[in-house]
């Protein structure tokens, strides 16, 4: 079936930092991936997407590339600020007809600390 | 409102009481789905829906857990006999259509005493 492998934190970074969280995937069919952000206390935020192979997503100096390859979807950012501390989801779907819809499927999350 | 709501926000409660979760999708998606994310994890998948009808409840964990949507808008995730283990944050996605991407909503977090 259709899973996520994400990299195990916690992650703890310096401000300016680089940061990559990496994700693979197993998937049967063409899936849509995704990051999400679950900042404290608070519900999942779409971060990026990537729908085909070779896309890349990008959104807040984050950036992650679709590599079928590979199988991955590496998070990156050049240059973390404090406030990018949060958990971050690597997520697919996979469209595979109306009985089963477009359901998610997460990796178990990284969480990131950055500090000052 | 514009995004998916889930009422309550928190809910505690106690093991054995029975207890149900609200989740209004944005207004004309079709497509529901129900998830759970249990602490240190990410989202499990539970149920979907397409209109009214349930098209996939593979994720639902045993016969305590069930959830209706009658008139193909709100959902109301229901589950009997509570247990401790049943302690997560529920999570309400909605979406137009089926294959179209989801919008989540904030969650209600549940912890039974």
């Known amino acids: 079936g259709d899973s996520v492998t994400q990299m195990e934190g916690p992650v703890t970074l310096s401000e300016e930092a680089f940061l990559t969280i990496n994700c693979t995937y197993t998937?049967?069919?063409?899936?849509?991936l995704f990051w999400y952000v679950q900042y404290p206390g608070e519900g999942l935020q779409l971060l990026l997407k990537a729908t085909k192979a070779d896309d890349k997503g990008s959104n807040k100096g984050f950036e992650a590339t679709y590599r079928k390859e590979t199988t991955s979807f590496h998070l990156e950012k050049g240059s973390v600020q404090v406030s990018d501390s949060a958990v971050y989801f690597c997520a697919l779907s996979d469209f595979r007809g109306w009985n089963t819809g477009n359901q998610f499927y997460f990796g178990t999350g990284t969480s990131l600390t950055v500090i000052p | 409102g514009a995004g998916v709501s889930q009422t309550p926000s928190n809910k505690v409660t106690e093991k054995g009481k029975y207890v149900e979760l609200r989740c209004d999708p944005i207004?004309?998606?079709?497509?529901l789905y129900w998830y759970r994310q249990s602490l240190g994890q990410g989202p499990e998948f539970l149920i979907y829906f397409q209109g009214t009808g349930a098209a996939d409840d593979s994720g639902l964990p045993n016969d305590r857990f069930f959830a209706v949507r009658p008139e193909g808008s709100v959902s109301t995730l229901k589950i009997q006999r509570t247990e401790r283990g049943d302690s997560a944050v529920y999570l309400c996605?909605?979406?137009?259509?089926?294959?179209?991407?989801?919008?989540f909503g904030d969650g209600t977090r549940l912890s039974i005493l």
């Open positions: 996605a909605s979406s137009l259509t089926g294959d179209q991407p989801q919008h």
């Open positions: 998937a049967t069919g063409y899936p849509s």
């Open positions: 207004s004309g998606h079709t497509a």
